[in-house]
């Protein structure tokens, strides 16, 4: 599986951001897609994540701001992440992650995409 992450950019607090990663290749595999990210000098973070049915799971710090949603065509599976009410502490590099496989699962990353807050 193969992701490919795009949608940051430098946004004004309050404002809003839609994040999406694109998974190819396997894609049937595919057991769940979520977001992670990295503030500077923090380890990264789950934000949040979501099952191939739909399930959804937030961290506290963003529940009620962004929403994770799925969706699959063509055989590409996009998991998009709308971050609404920006604040200065989500800057950070944003990632995505999906866990594949028939069977015995994996982790695969798509490459970090940065959000910047600030006026």
């Known amino acids: 599986v193969q992701l490919q992450a795009s949608g940051g950019g430098l946004v004004q607090p309050g404002g809003s951001l839609t994040l999406s990663c694109v998974a190819t290749g396997d894609t049937l595999s595919i057991k769940a897609m979520g977001w992670y990210r990295r503030a500077p000098g923090k380890q990264r973070e789950l934000v949040a994540s979501i099952m191939s049915g739909g399930t959804s799971n937030y961290a506290d710090s963003v529940a009620g701001r962004f929403n994770i949603t799925i969706s699959r065509v063509n055989a590409k599976s996009t998991v998009s992440l709308l971050i609404n009410s920006l604040k200065p502490e989500d800057t950070a590099v944003y990632y995505c992650?999906?866990?594949?496989?028939?069977?015995?699962?994996?982790?695969?990353w798509g490459q970090g995409t940065q959000v910047t807050v600030s006026s």
């Open positions: 992650k999906t866990v594949a496989g028939w069977g015995a699962t994996r982790d695969y």
